[in-house]
């Protein structure tokens, strides 16, 4: 490939990959304000089962699908079709079994777990704590199942399939939640905890429907591939040797997985008591930890997406350009990424944290208010740090340097082992999020450096590129403060003149960047955008 289409391919694969994971995001933002209704005071279940089942599936899924995606590319690449099948039949294996024994060690454990972390609460919140893990659990046999199908086709730069997958997991696991929550509050009069109990199972039920579509999907795609491999001269790679590649590849993912969710652990043992220590209320804590882990998690991770959306193009594509060893591949792919991320995602934080009060309440209403805000402007802010950082990490994952990401991970969650309760007791979230975003920060730069000791890389185009969009800010700033100098209070006015009024301002705030941006030539650049060549073809 040229650099032109390889250029285009990595960006038009992490906007599709994005695209996928925005919709996705969009229909779990949706759905947060209704689900909070049905839910009522029974939210905290819902909340803490959800950061257990995260947990769960880290463990019961991270690292082989890395490990799909990476050697299915690697064989795509050499045209050994007959491995690359190898590779899916093998892992699919793997992640069945453990699943189902991880499934049963769930199950079987779970009133130690609600136990424990239930601790000092009344026997009824302890049942239906256990009620919640074990009916969470059975989704660690079908998600595992469902990252097989999408680890290889993601190695197989199949993003569009891998897009759609997640989106329609999404939405059968809102609307399934959603309906059978109304049916058995609204209709059949049960009590809210039935409407988190359907929340929690609805996790199974969308898994089981992105699996069926991938078997449909297979029904169109696969005979090519296994055509392609009858075909094939020689025998490709036996079993033996294809299992140990995998557990060469998967184990650091999966320990690197391992240690970098162990953050949500962390928070799930410690912020809740730490917040009381502070001084919070049992009540004020719960209602800012459920802000923290749901209502402020929900509105972040929609520039967030940005991260994964370009992690999971740049893993074939850097993948690809090793196996035939163009370095200067590799590097431009890195310095596309990275550059399109920050010029796409910058901007939309921003606008964010100007309004975090106004959107907090156009999707949550009045109740808890400063608290939402507060605490989204400060998850807001270490998410600048945490997109970047997502694409360091996975970069380097593809680059082959495991061991530095594993080390630096078992250091960071050390430090928030030890660091996270006394910051929460001294400064309540602030401390926390002030903690994530000094590791995220150095993670960063001892990244760049390891790339740039080991593969050359050139980070001086790629940092000036970066400094252009983040001074092209500045225009939002203006536009923003203008508007604000008048000084109307939208939220008096309801949340959907809140919405259409804030909503314009952001309009006007993002033409001002982009007049900005292309003025500095940033899209032509990045993208290979010219508006002149439009207007050309426009005419024609």
């Given at each position: 490939?040229?650099?032109?289409?390889?250029?285009?391919?990595?960006?038009?694969?992490?906007?599709?990959?994005?695209?996928?994971?925005?919709?996705?995001?969009?229909?779990?933002?949706?759905?947060?304000?209704?689900?909070?209704?049905?839910?009522?005071?029974?939210?905290?279940?819902?909340?803490?089962?959800?950061?257990?089942?995260?947990?769960?599936?880290?463990?019961?899924?991270?690292?082989?699908?890395?490990?799909?995606?990476?050697?299915?590319?690697?064989?795509?690449?050499?045209?050994?079709?007959?491995?690359?099948?190898?590779?899916?039949?093998?892992?699919?294996?793997?992640?069945?079994?453990?699943?189902?024994?991880?499934?049963?060690?769930?199950?079987?454990?779970?009133?130690?777990?609600?136990?424990?972390?239930?601790?000092?609460?009344?026997?009824?919140?302890?049942?239906?704590?256990?009620?919640?893990?074990?009916?969470?659990?059975?989704?660690?046999?079908?998600?595992?199942?469902?990252?097989?199908?999408?680890?290889?086709?993601?190695?197989?730069k199949e993003v569009k399939a891998y897009a759609f997958s997640q989106v329609l997991?999404?939405?059968?696991?809102?609307?399934?939640?959603?309906?059978?929550?109304?049916?058995?509050?609204?209709?059949?009069?049960?009590?809210?905890?039935?409407?988190?109990?359907?929340?929690?199972?609805?996790?199974?039920?969308?898994?089981?429907?992105?699996?069926?579509?991938?078997?449909?999907?297979?029904?169109?795609?696969?005979?090519?591939?296994?055509?392609?491999?009858?075909?094939?001269?020689?025998?490709?790679?036996?079993?033996?040797?294809?299992?140990?590649?995998?557990?060469?590849?998967?184990?650091?993912?999966?320990?690197?997985?391992?240690?970098?969710?162990?953050?949500?652990?962390?928070?799930?043992?410690?912020?809740?008591r730490a917040l009381q220590t502070y001084g919070y209320s049992a009540v004020e804590?719960?209602?800012?930890?459920?802000?923290?882990?749901?209502?402020?998690?929900?509105?972040?991770?929609?520039?967030?997406?940005?991260?994964?959306?370009?992690?999971?193009?740049?893993?074939?594509?850097?993948?690809?350009?090793?196996?035939?060893?163009?370095?200067?591949?590799?590097?431009?792919?890195?310095?596309?990424?990275?550059?399109?991320?920050?010029?796409?995602?910058?901007?939309?934080?921003?606008?964010?944290?100007?309004?975090?009060?106004?959107?907090?309440?156009?999707?949550?209403?009045?109740?808890?208010?400063?608290?939402?805000?507060?605490?989204?402007?400060?998850?807001?802010?270490?998410?600048?740090?945490?997109?970047?950082?997502?694409?360091?990490?996975?970069?380097?994952?593809?680059?082959?340097?495991?061991?530095?990401?594993?080390?630096?991970?078992?250091?960071?969650?050390?430090?928030?082992?030890?660091?996270?309760?006394?910051?929460?007791?001294?400064?309540?979230?602030?401390?926390?999020?002030?903690?994530?975003?000094?590791?995220?920060?150095?993670?960063?730069?001892?990244?760049?450096?390891?790339?740039?000791?080991?593969?050359?890389?050139?980070?001086?185009?790629?940092?000036?590129?970066?400094?252009?969009?983040?001074?092209?800010?500045?225009?939002?700033?203006?536009?923003?403060?203008?508007?604000?100098?008048?000084?109307?209070?939208?939220?008096?006015?309801?949340?959907?003149?809140?919405?259409?009024?804030?909503?314009?301002?952001?309009?006007?705030?993002?033409?001002?960047?982009?007049?900005?941006?292309?003025?500095?030539?940033?899209?032509?650049?990045?993208?290979?955008?010219?508006?002149?060549?439009?207007?050309?073809?426009?005419?024609?």
């Open positions: 490939m040229t650099n032109q289409k390889r250029k285009q391919s990595i960006i038009a694969g992490a906007l599709t990959g994005t695209a996928g994971i925005f919709l996705t995001k969009a229909l779990g933002l949706l759905y947060a304000s209704p689900f909070q209704a049905l839910a009522g005071n029974e939210m905290i279940f819902y909340t803490s089962t959800y950061q257990i089942y995260e947990f769960l599936l880290t463990i019961s899924q991270s690292g082989i699908p890395f490990a799909i995606a990476t050697l299915v590319a690697k064989y795509i690449a050499k045209e050994d079709y007959k491995t690359t099948l190898m590779v899916r039949k093998i892992s699919g294996f793997m992640l069945g079994c453990f699943g189902v024994i991880l499934f049963a060690g769930v199950v079987l454990c779970s009133g130690q777990i609600a136990g424990y972390l239930s601790e000092g609460r009344d026997a009824i919140y302890l049942q239906k704590f256990q009620t919640s893990i074990i009916l969470v659990s059975f989704a660690v046999i079908a998600v595992p199942i469902l990252s097989v199908f999408r680890g290889f086709y993601q190695g197989l997991e999404q939405f059968v696991r809102v609307t399934f939640l959603l309906s059978m929550g109304a049916l058995l509050v609204y209709v059949l009069n049960q009590a809210q905890i039935w409407a988190v109990y359907f929340a929690v199972v609805s996790t199974s039920v969308s898994a089981v429907a992105a699996i069926v579509y991938f078997l449909y999907f297979d029904k169109q795609h696969m005979p090519e591939l296994k055509q392609l491999a009858s075909e094939q001269e020689g025998e490709g790679k036996n079993t033996l040797e294809v299992f140990k590649e995998i557990l060469y590849f998967s184990i650091p993912y999966f320990l690197i997985s391992i240690v970098a969710n162990c953050s949500g652990m962390v928070s799930l043992m410690f912020v809740n804590a719960d209602v800012i930890y459920s802000i923290m882990n749901f209502n402020a998690f929900k509105l972040v991770s929609i520039p967030q997406i940005l991260g994964p959306g370009f992690a999971i193009a740049i893993i074939p594509h850097i993948t690809s350009c090793l196996a035939v060893d163009d370095f200067d591949g590799v590097r431009n792919n890195v310095a596309k990424a990275f550059t399109s991320c920050v010029y796409i995602a910058y901007p939309v934080i921003l606008l964010m944290i100007l309004f975090a009060k106004e959107i907090y309440f156009v999707m949550y209403g009045a109740m808890n208010l400063e608290y939402g805000a507060s605490v989204l402007r400060w998850a807001l802010m270490v998410s600048c740090f945490w997109i970047v950082m997502t694409l360091c990490s996975n970069t380097l994952l593809a680059l082959k340097l495991k061991r530095f990401t594993l080390v630096w991970n078992v250091f960071s969650v050390g430090v928030l082992f030890v660091m996270v309760r006394p910051l929460v007791e001294l400064f309540a979230y602030r401390g926390m999020y002030s903690l994530y975003a000094s590791l995220y920060i150095a993670y960063i730069v001892l990244s760049c450096l390891l790339m740039k000791i080991k593969y050359h890389m050139e980070f001086k185009p790629m940092f000036k590129m970066m400094s252009k969009s983040l001074s092209c800010l500045v225009a939002i700033v203006v536009v923003v403060g203008l508007f604000m100098f008048v000084g109307i209070d939208w939220i008096a006015y309801g949340r959907i003149v809140t919405l259409f009024g804030v909503g314009c301002i952001c309009v006007v705030a993002m033409i001002a960047y982009l007049v900005c941006s292309y003025m500095l030539h940033l899209p032509q650049d990045i993208f290979g955008f010219d508006l002149k060549r439009l207007k050309g073809l426009l005419r024609r």
